[in-house]
């Protein structure tokens, strides 16, 4: 096994204006459970708002954008114990009518009683200050008989804030964290998640550092718009101070050469979000969020051009009907619960051999393929976008060696990338650290590659188990789970066992499997890689020491819908987002029989972990990777300027 010391620096390559593609047999993506379906034709996030995303909370509601307004009144100051509020007896007539005052905004102002004596007067405005300063603020006042006393009403909406440093303010006594909901548009979570961090000027040194302020219960598609709650760790910061710093309230915008612009609120909740990023509906909270804290996600999910596949064009009524059929099928059969082509990476190198290479001890492989990993986005003869260009020639300096130059144009969001090259630009690096330029990268970002690795051989598993005994019933030798325990099926079991029930290992030193086929396939699988039960959980870094686990080899979708739409433009927006909806800023195309194009419209739920794209290989029978979905968007765009 190779080991850490092996020299880390890249060997050349010969680069080709066509690499491979990613695809979905080069990650063990090769059965399905609906065999004998046609496959379609039909054009995938060709509009982001084609795949749209909303998280559903752990107490079954879906996270959406109802309003746009900013946060007013989220902290109520604690109330005071009814003997404090009697203290202030001896000096007016009825201190119900101040409690009173204090939890509403219309009633009348109260006077106390006569308060000749000066003392008595300082004593009143302190008690009403340490009361509800937030809300009643006290004056001089006189008494129609000219003996002075105390007047106490509401404070002003402007007036009510306290001194930031006060202990009773909102800055310093509301609880510590702040949730809000987060639509984020053609984002991936961790770059959402870092212009927020910018936005609010997190800091992003020490142990408080950005990414530890902000969390999320789990993070989503980047080609699409997606609403999901996020929590900050606020500091000081108000929930209205967040909502005017995310919406960059007061900050300059473009304006005639001479004139200064700057945001306002009423700008922000008529037009779209800064960056992508809208939020909404904050509220103050005392836990921040954790990984899992979700039911799952909605997702409505526009096909555009559908056709089969193997008909230039679409016989509606019998195509529509075929379709209402299978999406029937689908809810009621499901489909495999592949890990879709996001585990993987869309570039050259998958994102598994990365973790394979570190769970084999081989670092310097490791670097190597981190490296190599972003893929050419077009072939060189037709242009690429500044962000590929630079990608491109980042890699030409890697592989001359130049490792200043390559993480100089190396784009910022190429993170594991810029880890490593940082770590080997450093004058205390040694070519030989192959292990120290790999731990340079983010951790979760490190285990991301070894948990991709994990999701690869399950892949595989599930394949094989299918080729061999088919998707629709258990059989001798499955392993189901019931009641949170796990066994293998007897053929006796088989028979009352459900499809639903089985369930496949993922890697790991806690998946223990009884003698049979599928401990068998488990194990040559593993030896085929170079690994075997017994390395998954002896790495010498402790965080890539695998414990596994089992997940279900079929899912079904949950409250599963479909719809159809005819459309005369081929890129018109057919489906709004919820900030597009209280915008009124799309239109979206009225009904027609007679339009020549076909959408299909589907709306369905699949708890954590299990991806949509995978369910709609099953619908499609076709690539679901993105390049392959990107293609098809340029041909279709291709023929329509040929036409």
């Not at 909901?181 to 040194?205: I, V």
Request: net charge neutral; glycine share 4%; proline share 6%.
């Amino acid at each position: 096994m190779p080991s850490a010391d092996t020299d880390a620096r890249p060997a050349k390559r010969t680069r080709t204006d066509a690499p491979h593609r990613l695809g979905e047999r080069d990650v063990g993506l090769l059965e399905y459970i609906h065999a004998d379906w046609r496959p379609l034709h039909a054009i995938l996030k060709q509009r982001y708002t084609d795949f749209l995303v909303h998280e559903i909370d752990l107490g079954g509601h879906v996270t959406r954008i109802t309003s746009l307004a900013p946060p007013t009144d989220l902290f109520v100051p604690a109330e005071a114990a009814p003997g404090q509020w009697e203290d202030l007896a001896p000096y007016f007539d009825a201190v119900d009518a101040l409690k009173a005052l204090a939890a509403d905004a219309d009633a009348a102002p109260v006077d106390s009683r006569a308060l000749p004596d000066k003392a008595d007067r300082t004593r009143v405005h302190q008690l009403i200050r340490e009361l509800a300063g937030a809300t009643l603020q006290s004056e001089a006042a006189t008494l129609g008989d000219g003996t002075p006393a105390i007047r106490v009403a509401r404070r002003s909406a402007d007036a009510r804030a306290r001194p930031r440093d006060d202990p009773r303010s909102e800055a310093v006594a509301a609880p510590p964290y702040i949730h809000f909901t987060l639509q984020k548009t053609n984002r991936d979570s961790q770059e959402a998640l870092q212009w927020l961090a910018r936005f609010l000027k997190l800091d992003s040194r020490g142990r408080a550092s950005a990414a530890n302020q902000l969390s999320v219960a789990g993070t989503k598609d980047k080609r699409a718009v997606t609403v999901q709650r996020v929590a900050l760790q606020r500091g000081r910061r108000t929930a209205m101070d967040v909502w005017n710093m995310i919406n960059h309230i007061g900050q300059p915008v473009s304006s005639a050469p001479g004139e200064t612009r700057r945001r306002t609120r009423e700008l922000a909740l008529t037009t779209r979000a800064e960056r992508g990023l809208r939020i909404a509906h904050l509220a103050y909270a005392s836990a921040p969020l954790q990984l899992g804290d979700l039911k799952g996600n909605q997702f409505t999910i526009t096909l555009r051009d559908v056709r089969w596949a193997d008909e230039s064009a679409a016989d509606v009524p019998s195509l529509t009907a075929a379709l209402t059929q299978q999406v029937a099928q689908m809810e009621e059969h499901g489909f495999l619960n592949y890990f879709g082509m996001q585990r993987f990476g869309t570039g050259q190198v998958s994102t598994h051999a990365v973790g394979l290479a570190v769970l084999r001890g081989d670092y310097a492989e490791a670097v190597r393929l981190v490296l190599q990993a972003p893929a050419d986005e077009a072939p060189a003869d037709e242009g690429a976008p500044p962000a590929v260009a630079a990608v491109r020639a980042a890699q030409a300096a890697v592989a001359a060696r130049d490792y200043r130059e390559a993480y100089r144009l190396y784009p910022k969001t190429c993170v594991a990338e810029r880890a490593v090259l940082e770590k080997m630009c450093s004058p205390h690096w040694s070519p030989n650290d192959a292990l120290g330029a790999f731990q340079h990268i983010p951790r979760s970002l490190r285990l991301m590659y070894v948990h991709a690795y994990q999701s690869y051989l399950w892949n595989r598993l599930v394949s094989e188990r299918v080729r061999r005994h088919g998707a629709r019933a258990p059989v001798a030798g499955d392993m189901i789970e019931k009641d949170g325990t796990h066994r293998v099926l007897t053929a006796e079991d088989a028979a009352h066992a459900s499809i639903e029930q089985v369930v496949m290992p993922m890697p790991g030193a806690e998946v223990h499997l009884p003698e049979g086929w599928l401990a068998d396939l488990y194990t040559a699988m593993l030896q085929a890689d170079g690994l075997t039960p017994l390395s998954l959980a002896s790495s010498r870094q402790p965080e890539y020491r695998l414990k596994g686990a089992f997940r279900r080899m079929v899912q079904k979708p949950a409250g599963m819908t479909c719809s159809f739409l005819r459309y005369d433009d081929p890129d018109a927006p057919l489906c709004a987002t919820d900030e597009d909806a209280l915008l009124h800023s799309e239109a979206l195309p009225a009904a027609s029989d007679a339009a020549p194009y076909l959408a299909l419209q589907l709306v369905f739920q699949l708890p954590p972990s299990s991806y949509a794209t995978v369910l709609l290989r099953e619908l499609l029978r076709t690539d679901t990777s993105a390049h392959a979905h990107k293609a098809l968007t340029k041909q279709a765009q291709d023929a329509r300027a040929a036409a």
